[in-house]
């Protein structure tokens, strides 16, 4: 997560996205399941890199939402 939050204007350009405050995204220390899509999307960087803890094998342990 920190490595996301040192990119330029990434804390607000997530919460924006996610409907989130800038102090709300900046507490997380992990990236949360509900918004793992979007901060995927908005970073271009691969759900499984953000939270490798979350698949198992070649699928998801979360829905898409």
Known sequence: ?????MRRGA??????????STAAVAQ??????????TVAA???IAPRKLRPDLFDGRECKVDAA
């Open 42 to 44: 908005v970073c271009g």
């Open 11 to 20: 804390n607000k350009r997530i919460s924006k996205a996610c409907g989130l």
């Open 28 to 37: 997380w220390k992990r990236v949360p399941k509900r918004h793992l899509q």
């Open 1 to 5: 997560m920190n490595e996301i939050m």
